[in-house]
């Protein structure tokens, strides 16, 4: 199956610094790469996801690239806020099924 | 909108016995899968649906049934609690592979 590695596993910023969080994948047959934000207690939440088709994508604060050579996707989060507090987990689908990262968690310092 | 419902929040067992996992969601998804949770493991796949009638093992099946009988409920059986099925239960549905997963709040299981 999909071998999803994902780094670093923590991470820490200044308020109003970025955050880059990193994934790479094994098999070139994945075709969608989406990024979740879980919340303590709570279950994961989708925030963006990008195809295959897509180099990069940007919603606000956060961004998605993707390297179908590299077999590598980024997360970027800029002008961080400490609500941003929280585990990022990538994943990749392939064949029926989302294979995830082992997360990141984000402390962002006020 | 519900969106993904999970039932119980929390659950102690002890060794041997068996229960079911609720988990139903309003959405008209055909995908629903069952993922637990472990520190520093991420989230592993248990058992996955792509339609009612229809289910699959994922990367950690085994002590685990499923079934598909309507499109709105998909509930994880455990057969026999061992405590190695301590953990963090979530329950997942989406409109296909190429969409975003909607997740519910979880089950968090303790099997002593």
């Known amino acids: 199956g999909e071998n999803v590695e994902q780094h670093p596993s923590t991470l820490s910023v200044q308020e109003g610094d970025s955050a880059v969080i990193k994934c790479t994948y094994s098999?070139?047959?994945?075709?969608?790469f989406p990024w979740y934000k879980q919340e303590l207690g709570k279950g994961p939440q989708l925030i963006i996801d990008i195809r295959s088709n897509v180099g990069e994508k940007k919603d606000q604060r956060i961004a998605v690239t993707l390297n179908k050579t590299a077999k590598h996707f980024s997360l970027h989060i800029t002008e961080t806020q400490p609500e941003d507090s929280a585990v990022y987990f990538c994943?990749?689908?392939?064949?029926?099924?989302?294979?995830f990262g082992t997360g990141t968690s984000l402390t962002v310092i006020p | 909108n519900a969106g993904v419902t999970q039932t119980p929040k929390f659950q102690v067992l002890k060794t041997g016995q068996s229960m079911t996992l609720q988990c139903a969601q309003d959405m008209n998804h055909e995908y629903m899968s069952w993922y637990r949770q472990d520190p520093g493991m991420g989230l592993r796949l248990i058992h996955y649906s792509v339609g009612a009638g229809i289910t699959d093992q994922g990367e950690v099946p085994n002590g685990y049934n499923v079934s598909r009988s309507t499109t709105e409920d998909f509930p994880l059986r455990l057969l026999s609690a061992a405590p190695s099925q301590t953990s963090v239960y979530f329950c997942?549905?989406?409109?296909?592979?190429?969409?975003?997963?909607?997740f519910g709040s979880g089950t968090r299981l303790t099997v002593v």
């Open positions: 997942a549905s989406s409109g296909g592979v190429n969409y975003g997963y909607t």
């Open positions: 994943a990749a689908s392939i064949r029926n099924q989302f294979y």
């Open positions: 098999d070139s047959a994945s075709n969608y």
